[in-house]
Structures are given as structure tokens and as C-alpha cells.
């Protein structure tokens, strides 16, 4: 049999999408994307046309069903409903790591999980001290956060002299550090609770576990479940965002069907469908509902979901979310401003000092052990990369600061971030040679392959 035998049929419209596709999967086109909506919101923002985008933003925008209504802005929508589903991903990928990537193994994992913790306790101590007693305090949690779609755009620039290690540290981090992200929004900005509210979303999420366990697989029940359970989330003080990380980190990690088993289907098919014999199955068509079914379930819930909605997260919720935040007027006096320069202080100095010096504590304490192809320098340019703070940045300032403090904060982030990035990028292309070869693959690439090996969830 021909390899062209066992290729899909090609549709004209694939001319078009084929193009997009090879796009998307490009490493770094998800940081350009996200750069181009912030760079157009603060363009808006800085000319005639800013009213216009506050205004835009400002639009309520109303639903409910009987009694119940949800009366918020188009802003608030973007930031509770879109971002769950972001958070979701985030929860995906953060159980994917754990039980099959990096972080699965503690020996490997104490060097990011020490830089992860470092890079998250420096800043917030930085940002602490220089505003301590001051009503803007509340935003200690905005230089914690690092962007990793920026992270892996520069990464990518820089091509063969990133060592695979430096990669695969920078990524691990990230990965711990939205965890900690995670935590600092459900314990530092959660309002008074409702506790009614709270319970009927627990009750959903206990509902989840049962449905999982019994082995229900359609992926419309968890869908309206898990509605539910943001909306029980929303009302119930505890951010809605939240409820996307839980459901993320329930999501199951092993395969229905296993290679074997598929294989065994799909060969039977085969016989039958070159043969006779159909009686046993009813009609061709249950014979390929089977396969189809099979070959669904050869991929793990986590795998699926994270294949599917990781596009849309990265190219469409993270750059609206940048073009409803990053939108701000910058006057050169707000980048003197307290709040700007703690912001400034805790991303651009913070995070590298406290990743390199966490980093160097669990190494000289034996804890971890630093890769023969990362030296200290690379370290330290990673480092001045995490403080690239960016989507979880201002979605953390969101929730902190209001008004004139908020808009300056966000100076703060913009300033930070690109300045972190310079620093990063500089520091890696002076000290680390042109000879290494990267890993191919993305954020979604670094655990072990699924297919090969099957795991508990």
C-alpha cells in the first residue's frame, strides 16, 4: 500500500488553512500575535480612538435565565469568562507536568521549583517594601507572574544558542510558576464568599469525579457541568478563574483504549470489511462509529482538550485579553510613580535574583544539580527572561488596583517587560555561544510522549 493510500483526502479550502496551521505551530507566532494586540491597544489607547476603546470595553453585556441575571462589561466578561478558559489549559498543562513531564520527578524538579519559588518571593518582597503601608501594597502578587508566550518568542529568536536544559528550566518554571499564580488569586484577591454559591460549585466538581469514575466520556455533559460550576464559582467570591484551573487539574491523564487494543480494532475492521461477516457488527456504518471511538479514545481527555483549546488560548483569548488590558495612556511621569517602579523593581531585578539565588541555594545545598550545557550565566539571562510578566501580570493588577493606580501599574508591567526581555535576550547572546541546537516542540511538548507510555491519573 501506497503512503499516499493512507493519506486523508485534501478539500480546496485547505489551500487557505493550510498556511494558518503551519502558523500556528510555529514556536514563537503565539508571542508575535500577543505583542501585536498590545501593541494595538496601546496605539488606540495614545491616540484619538482611546475614548472609543474605553467606551467599547465599558458595553454591558447582560445574560441569565428566569430570576437570575449576569449584568457586567464587556471587560469583566473577557477577564471571568474567557480567561477560565485559559486557566483551564494552564490547569491542563500543570497535570500534564506533573504526571508526565518535568515536574513528575522531585530530583528534577527542585531546580525550577527553586527558581519557580525564588522568582515569586523576591518580587513580592521587593514590591512589598518599597510600598508597604500604602493602599497600592494590595498588588504584591503583579511582579510574581512570568508570560511565558514571550518567554518561549525569545527563546525561539535566539535559536541554537539556547541549550535544551535552559528550555526545558525556563518552561518547568513557568509551569510552577502559574501555579503560584494560581494560588496568590484564590487566597490574596478572593472577596467575601458566599457560601451557598460555593457549595453548589463544589457540588458540581464532586459531580465531575463521579461521572469520571462511573466512566461517563461525553464530552457535552462536562461542558454544561462545568458552566454550572463557573457560574457557582462567579457568584460565590472565590475568582471564577479558578473553577477552570480545578476542572484542568481533574481532567484524566490515561487513554481509554490502549495502542494494542486499537490496533486489534482497527485489524479486525480491516478483515471484515475485506471479507464478509458483516452480521456480527449490524451495518458498516457501526463498524466505523467503532473505530472512530477508538481511535478517539487512543488519546487521553487531557490530550485532547489541551490539543483543541490550546490554539484558541493562545491566539485568540490571551491577544483579546491584551487588547481589553494593555490598552493605556502612557505619560512618562507615571514610569517615576511608586507603583510603577515597585512594579519595575520586582520584575526586572526580583525575578532574576530570586530565580538565581533559590536556583544556587538548591544546588549548593544538594538538592539539584545543574545541567552540564547551563552554566550560571544562562541562569541568569533566563531569569532577566521570566520577568517578562505581561498576560498574568495585568490580570493579577486587575484584580488588585483600580483607576489611576491600575493604569500606572500596567505602565509598571509594559516598561518591565520589554526591559526584561532586552536584558534577557542581551545577557544570552553575549555569554552563551552559537553551537546548541534546540528541542524541537513547544510548551506542549515537554512531557514524555502519552503514547508511549500510559499513566495513573
Given at each position: ?105 522531585l530530583r528534577r524538579a527542585t531546580l525550577p521549583l527553586a527558581g519557580a519559588l525564588g522568582g515569586m518571593v523576591v518580587p513580592a518582597g521587593i514590591y512589598l ?329
Open positions: 500500500m501506497s503512503p499516499a493510500a493512507t493519506e486523508l483526502p485534501r478539500a480546496p479550502v485547505q489551500r487557505f488553512t493550510g498556511p494558518i496551521q503551519r502558523f500556528l505551530h510555529v514556536e514563537a507566532a503565539s508571542g508575535v500575535v500577543l505583542l501585536l494586540a498590545a501593541a494595538i491597544a496601546l496605539s488606540a489607547a495614545n491616540s484619538g480612538a482611546g475614548d472609543a476603546l474605553l467606551t467599547l470595553w465599558k458595553t454591558e453585556v447582560s445574560f441569565g435565565f428566569g430570576s437570575f441575571r449576569m449584568d457586567h462589561t464587556l471587560k469583566h466578561w473577557v477577564s471571568d469568562g474567557l480567561m477560565a478558559i485559559f486557566f483551564f489549559v494552564i490547569g491542563l498543562e500543570v497535570k500534564r507536568e506533573l504526571v508526565l513531564g518535568e515536574l513528575r520527578e517594601a518599597l510600598l508597604w503601608g500604602e493602599p497600592a501594597a494590595r498588588g504584591w502578587g503583579i511582579p510574581m507572574a512570568t508570560d511565558i508566550a514571550f518567554v518561549v518568542g525569545c527563546l525561539a529568536v535566539l535559536g541554537r544558542r539556547v541549550p535544551s536544559s535552559l528550555r526545558v528550566f525556563l518552561l518547568s518554571l513557568a509551569i510552577a510558576d502559574d501555579i503560584g499564580a494560581i494560588l496568590v488569586i484564590a487566597i490574596g484577591y478572593t472577596t467575601d464568599l458566599n457560601a451557598t454559591a460555593l457549595a453548589l460549585g463544589a457540588a458540581g466538581l464532586g459531580l465531575v469525579g463521579i461521572l469520571q469514575r462511573i466512566g461517563v466520556r461525553a464530552l457535552g455533559v462536562y461542558a454544561a457541568l462545568a458552566l454550572g460550576i463557573w457560574v457557582a464559582f462567579h457568584e460565590s467570591g472565590v475568582h471564577a478563574t479558578i473553577a477552570g484551573v480545578i476542572l484542568g487539574l481533574m481532567t484524566p491523564t490515561r487513554r481509554w483504549v490502549s495502542d494494542s487494543r486499537l490496533a486489534d480494532i482497527v485489524g479486525r475492521a480491516r478483515e471484515v470489511w475485506q471479507g464478509e461477516g458483516w452480521e456480527g457488527f449490524g451495518s458498516r456504518r457501526a463498524l466505523l462509529q467503532r473505530v472512530e471511538t477508538a481511535a478517539r479514545e487512543a488519546l487521553s481527555p487531557l490530550e485532547r482538550l489541551e490539543n483543541a483549546l490550546h490554539p484558541w488560548s493562545a491566539f485568540v483569548i490571551m491577544p483579546v485579553f491584551a487588547l481589553a488590558n494593555a490598552g493605556v495612556a502612557v505619560q512618562m511621569g507615571r514610569l517615576a510613580d511608586p507603583v510603577a517602579l515597585a512594579v519595575g523593581a520586582g520584575l526586572v531585578v526580583g525575578k532574576p535574583l530570586g530565580i538565581l539565588l533559590f536556583a544556587y541555594a538548591a544546588v549548593r545545598l544538594g538538592a539539584a544539580s545543574l545541567p552540564d550545557d547551563m552554566g550560571w550565566d544562562a541562569v541568569a539571562g533566563g531569569g532577566c527572561l521570566a520577568g517578562i510578566g505581561f498576560t498574568m501580570s495585568l490580570f493579577i493588577a486587575g484584580l488588585a488596583l483600580d483607576g489611576a493606580t491600575l493604569d500606572t501599574a500596567k505602565v509598571g508591567i509594559l516598561g518591565a517587560s520589554l526591559l526584561s526581555g532586552s536584558l534577557g535576550m542581551a545577557v544570552l547572546l553575549i555569554r552563551l555561544p552559537a553551537r546548541h541546537r534546540p528541542r524541537s516542540g513547544s510548551r506542549n511538548q515537554l512531557a514524555s510522549d502519552p503514547e508511549d507510555k500510559e499513566s495513573e491519573e
